[in-house]
């Protein structure tokens, strides 16, 4: 009898996730169930079993083990409704999620860890976010604790005034501030550990527009020495994480060659697509892997480059971009994944690309290719 086993969200991770689990079904002998927060919601179909809905129940009192799609649960409240007797296991475990969807609580948990960090304090209130402001300096980073993501939930101030005003859009409510650091590369690596193994995916560089990942390029063209640092940083990471699960660590580059931590998101990560293709195990694969209580396998890249783009929504609309669809599946190498959302929307996730080859200047040059017929208003 397959093994129950869930995912809390339903949009393109749990999609892709339920992808990866048909394609291996005949080594993978487990049944998904994805809890989804709207009949809309894109995985839906590609579940085994789909639970809609904020009631989590039925979900954790049927499934034995659990992970997580987004950062948008509360580990207290699944905590409450679980029924002794049928507890299942979750990746991360809940008090591992608790930690890590605070992002004050996760800079405190990297700090206790000696691990590099910017200068962070938290804002309770008025007078805290300004005594905090003028300890750290301007400019300065005001982050929401929970639920930010692609730049939500993140303001950069220049001086007092914008701080102020950050704050009243965030609701006033606790938040984090951190010095701004002036970094040169922003890097990314896919973790994915068991009670036994750690196994690290390819360091990548993501390259950003107002804080969304648009393009990822693995493995990250960066000299060797600051490759092996932030691996280094990445293992220590993993080692101070006290649970099983996969996890997408999130890196600064600074002056004089010094790495930093930026984040750390507990579940499949943007910067982990191009595992699809690229890799002999991609992500997802590796993630049902765990979930089943099969040995992880190390991954190993099928192309010596890759360079995944994010597809991203150039306005509110309807529009499936299918002519511009159409064009980019007509350039060589590539592997295009549309996610099937409903509805457009300005810089929302749409869909990606992957392009494998063995000349980083040659993939690029397609990059741009796909990037132009992506942003031309006629195509």
């Known amino acids: 009898m397959p093994k129950p086993v869930g995912i809390i969200g339903a949009g393109q991770l749990a999609q892709m996730t339920a992808i990866a689990l048909h394609e291996h079904r005949a080594e993978l002998d487990l049944e998904l ?49 679980i029924d ?15 930690t890590l969807t605070d992002k004050y609580h996760q800079r405190q948990h990297l700090q206790k860890h000696g691990l590099p960090l910017p200068r962070f304090l938290p804002v309770y209130d008025r007078d805290s976010l300004i005594t905090s402001a003028y300890s750290l300096g301007f400019p300065c980073v005001l982050k929401a604790r929970r639920h930010g993501y692609d730049g939500k939930g993140t303001w950069i101030s220049q001086s007092l005034p914008q701080l102020l005003e950050a704050w009243q859009t965030i609701g006033q409510v606790p938040a984090l501030l951190e010095e701004y650091i002036g ?51 990445a293992e220590k990471v993993a080692h101070s994480l006290p649970s099983a699960g996969i996890y997408g660590i ?9 790495i930093i931590i930026n984040e750390i998101a507990p579940r499949p990560h943007n910067s982990g697509h191009y595992t699809i293709e690229a890799c002999h195990v991609s992500q997802f694969y590796q993630l049902l892997r765990l979930t089943a209580d099969l040995p992880l396998i190390p991954p190993q890249m099928r192309s010596p480059i890759a360079v995944m783009i994010n597809l991203l929504g150039q306005g509110n609309s ?62």
């Not at 894109?42 to 129940?57: E, K």
């Not at 002794?84 to 608790?98: D, G, Y």
């Not at 999130?250 to 010094?258: I, S, T, Y």
């Open 33 to 81: 169930t994805i809890q989804a927060s709207s009949p809309e919601d894109v995985a839906n179909s590609y579940a085994d079993r789909l639970l809609v809905g904020s009631d989590y129940r039925e979900l954790v009192n049927t499934c034995t083990t659990i992970t997580f799609e987004n950062e948008f649960i509360d580990p207290y409240q699944l905590r409450t409704i």
């Open 183 to 233: 970094y040169t590369h922003e890097l990314a690596i896919m973790v994915v550990k068991n009670e036994y193994q750690t196994i690290l995916y390819p360091l990548v560089q993501t390259i950003q527009q107002q804080q969304i990942c648009t393009q990822v390029i693995a493995p990250a063209p960066i000299p060797p020495s600051l490759s092996t640092k932030a691996i280094t940083i």
């Open 318 to 379: 309807s529009d499936n971009y299918q002519q511009k669809r159409e064009k980019i599946r007509e350039l060589p190498n590539l592997h295009l994944h549309w996610y099937g959302k409903s509805r457009s929307q300005l810089g929302r996730k749409l869909g990606h690309v992957t392009i494998l080859g063995n000349d980083l200047a040659e993939v690029l040059s397609i990059g741009q290719s796909v990037e132009a017929i992506w942003q031309n208003p006629t195509a």
């Open 250 to 258: 999130e890196l600064f580059v600074v002056p004089h060659e010094n």
């Open 84 to 98: 002794p007797a049928k507890e299942p296991r979750f990746l991360p475990s809940l008090h591992l999620m608790a």
